[in-house]
């Protein structure tokens, strides 16, 4: 089983919809969450940043955190087509010094479109 | 802009080669991060460095080294170039080595090996 799992879609929206981006993992020691945007050709872009259970809102993103169930996600409101990018989920535990446990492990990327 | 600068961006060599890339890190992080991104992988880590000395090894082969410099920034040296070595190399930030600090990532070099 991959440390962290993430559906690559794509997925395809018409502009103004609600889009929902998921990613699950198996690593308890996982504390530390975000999410990325990345552009073709460009590197990943950081949006959220959280590490606790709950919600977090920026703007028209919220993250979602939930602990017990491995599970995170990304809500975006009011899709503009300039949302179109593929979307990464990442997570780090506080790591041992030395290790490579607490590097920030990537799910693969969902792919999103969103149509005019 | 992250603040994370790589060069070169574009990168065409042959095989058995050697090439080496560059990173400066975002003024005032410490840490820096090198990860290999291909399609079929994703995004992989390869090593992390914080204040000059190797802090963490990912899936990074013996191939490939790299190291950071007294002034924060970083080279990833490759060589003996293959095929399979084509791919985005992105260099990334961060304050702290661990833990709380989120990486910033700059726009990557792309390697093609011929």
């Known amino acids: 089983q991959k440390e962290v799992e993430q559906d690559p879609g794509p997925l395809s929206v018409p502009e103004g919809a609600i889009v929902s981006l998921n990613c699950t993992y198996s690593?308890?020691?996982?504390?530390?969450f975000m999410w990325y945007r990345q552009y073709s050709r460009k590197g990943p872009e950081l949006l959220m940043y959280t590490y606790s259970s709950g919600n977090k809102e920026d703007g028209r993103f919220t993250a979602q955190v939930d602990k017990s169930s491995k599970y995170i996600s990304l809500f975006i409101r009011d899709s503009q087509p300039s949302d179109s990018a593929t979307y990464l989920c990442?997570?780090?535990?506080?790591?041992?010094?030395?290790?490579?446990?607490?590097?920030?492990?990537f799910g693969k990327g969902t792919k999103l479109s969103v149509k005019p | 802009d992250s603040g994370v600068t790589q060069t070169p961006k574009h990168l065409i060599t042959a095989t058995g080669q050697r090439v080496t890339l560059r990173c400066s890190p975002r003024?005032?992080?410490?840490?820096v991060y090198w990860y290999q991104q291909s399609l079929d992988q994703g995004l992989q880590f390869l090593i992390q460095?914080?204040?000059?000395?190797?802090?963490a090894k990912g899936n990074i082969l013996e191939r490939f080294s790299a190291q950071q410099f007294p002034d924060l920034h970083s080279e990833l040296n490759l060589s003996s170039l293959e095929l399979g070595d084509s791919a985005l190399y992105f260099c990334?930030?961060?304050?702290?080595?661990?833990?709380?600090?989120?990486?910033?990532f700059g726009n990557g070099t792309r390697l093609t090996v011929t």
């Open positions: 003024s005032g992080d410490l840490s």
């Open positions: 990334a930030s961060s304050v702290g080595d661990r833990g709380p600090s989120p990486l910033h």
């Open positions: 690593n308890s020691a996982f504390q530390y």
């Open positions: 990442a997570m780090r535990s506080w790591g041992d010094y030395g290790g490579s446990q607490g590097n920030l492990i």
């Open positions: 460095y914080y204040n000059g000395e190797e802090r």
